[in-house]
């Protein structure tokens, strides 16, 4: 079974602190993706990566960059995190060619 | 740009009752389309999917067929469960671009 996991479950930072959020699978997949879910609006994808070092904006990269040094880690920072970044994070992955994305079981992020 | 449009929730049911969820989609081409599941505190994970036009997709008694002449993708279960109470998210999406499009969500309450 494809495992994605991510560093933390909830987390509480306040205005203005960097904020890394880790997200590692276990399948050896070439794409990775975060995406923040909000009420009434959905999943909606921040970046995503189709190999180590490669990165393209999604829909809404404003506030957020990522990193991809390793092929099972993906990271998403908030260089400076606003009360609007307050989200559900989720991750996930999928094999180069394939149609089914895994997800993690996402980070509930708190900004104050 | 391509879109999902999904019903509204909340959706309250009684046991055994019949499930619909309408989703409709606007996309270029020919997408495959997806139907994920969340379940309370979890990532989403896919439910079932369909590649082209008149597939039907089906897992653990749910059933969606790909309508293109309607651009619909209705979710339907003959006799719902309490353990099928979760979020649903329609999405169009995979092949060359290897993002996803996702509807906005609908919460589906199965009462006993």
């Known amino acids: 079974d494809v495992k994605v996991t991510q560093s933390s479950r909830y987390l509480v930072k306040r205005t203005g602190e960097k904020v890394f959020l880790e997200c590692v699978q276990d399948?050896?997949?070439?794409?990775m993706f975060w995406y923040r879910q909000d009420p009434g609006l959905g999943l909606r994808l921040i970046y995503f990566?189709?190999?180590?070092?490669?990165?393209e904006k999604g829909d809404i990269p404003e506030g957020y960059s990522v990193s991809r040094e390793k092929k099972e880690r993906f990271s998403l920072i908030l260089e400076s995190a606003s009360t609007n970044q307050t989200s559900m994070y989720l991750c996930?992955?999928?094999?180069?060619?394939?149609?089914?994305?895994?997800f993690g079981p996402g980070t509930r992020l708190l900004v104050l | 740009g391509d879109s999902v449009t999904q019903m509204e929730g909340p959706v309250t049911l009684s046991e055994e009752a019949f499930l619909t969820i309408n989703c409709t989609y606007t996309?270029?081409?020919?997408?495959?389309l997806f139907w994920y599941v969340q379940y309370p505190g979890e990532g989403l994970q896919l439910l079932l999917k369909?590649?082209?036009?008149?597939d039907k997709g089906s897992n653990k008694g749910f059933e969606a067929t790909y309508r293109k002449e309607t651009t619909s993708f209705h979710l339907e279960k003959g006799s719902v469960q309490v353990s099928d109470s979760a979020v649903y998210f329609c999405a169009t999406g995979g092949g060359a671009t290897n993002k996803l499009i996702f509807g906005t969500g609908t919460l589906l309450a199965v009462q006993p």
């Open positions: 369909a590649t082209k036009a008149d």
């Open positions: 399948m050896d997949h070439e794409n």
């Open positions: 996309a270029t081409g020919y997408p495959s």
């Open positions: 990566s189709y190999d180590v070092k490669m990165k």
């Open positions: 996930a992955s999928m094999e180069a060619g394939g149609e089914t994305q895994y």
